[in-house]
């Protein structure tokens, strides 16, 4: 990797090609997603947790086999949601400072990965405008990486609330595709859809007062997808 700080005087002409594959990190079968990704995410994949030291991580769950993604064909996702994660394409974030002047010294900055195959690529579009002005590239990008480190930020405090709670169970998710085959994904948190009904009292009103209802219902709604792994995972053996 080769990652510099993103401006428009060195970077003036650099262009970005808008792609997908294996080679990009796309071929996951768990991408990271955060909390405002939960509403449309969940229509499409299973929402499941993992525990990461002291806190807890959202996961899209994309497939079933090490490096599996089932809304992946070829060089193109098949969901209509594509998570924050891999919209960013090569760019990332990191704290760093703006100027010697900045008010603010530490603050988050776009950096971008120039030996990724998109840079340059005969196929790509600019990251700035030519009179200046981020391209449309650009913004779409920063929308991505604002998700993620605003979800970064505020999610730990969320799921440790909703554990706190008592929504998020530990489960081993089995799923069998047929007699012989049967998948056992271990140590996933879910949102128990019973603790969420069961939810009353102080705990209800603290989690409604600070505006957490809503991600939970979604989480626990999206475990409904699961079946859409199993019909995903099933057309692609048969058609192996």
């Known amino acids: ?73 070829g060089a193109r996702w098949t969901s209509a949601y594509v998570p924050a994660f891999q919209r960013r394409g090569p760019f990332s974030i990191a704290i760093g400072r703006a100027g010697p002047d900045a008010i603010e010294p530490d603050e988050p900055m776009i950096h971008v990965d120039l030996d990724d195959p998109r840079i340059g690529a005969p196929d790509g579009l600019p990251v700035f405008r030519e009179h200046g002005g981020n391209a449309p590239l650009l913004d779409h990008a920063a929308d991505a990486l604002r998700t993620i480190y605003q979800g970064m930020e505020s999610g730990p405090a969320i799921y440790a609330a909703w554990r706190d709670a008592g929504l998020l169970r530990t489960i081993t998710l089995e799923i069998s595709l047929d007699d012989a085959t049967t998948y056992a994904l271990p140590d996933l948190m879910v949102v128990d859809r019973q603790a969420l009904a069961d939810l009353s009292g102080t705990a209800l009103e603290a989690l409604h007062r600070r505006g957490l209802l809503e991600g939970a219902i979604l989480a626990a709604i999206s475990l409904g997808n699961v079946q859409r792994l199993i019909e995903l995972k099933t057309r692609k053996r048969a058609a192996a």
Do not use: C, K, W
């Not at 996961?59 to 809304?71: H, K, P, S």
């Open 1 to 73: 990797m080769n990652t510099v700080l993103l401006n428009n005087v060195d970077h003036a002409d650099l262009r970005v090609a808008i792609r997908a594959g294996a080679e990009y990190g796309d071929a996951a079968n768990q991408l990271p997603i955060f909390p405002s990704e939960f509403e449309e995410a969940q229509r499409a994949f299973p929402i499941v947790f993992r525990p990461e030291g002291d806190h807890v991580q959202a996961y899209a769950l994309l497939g079933l086999d090490r490096d599996e993604n089932l809304f992946l064909d």
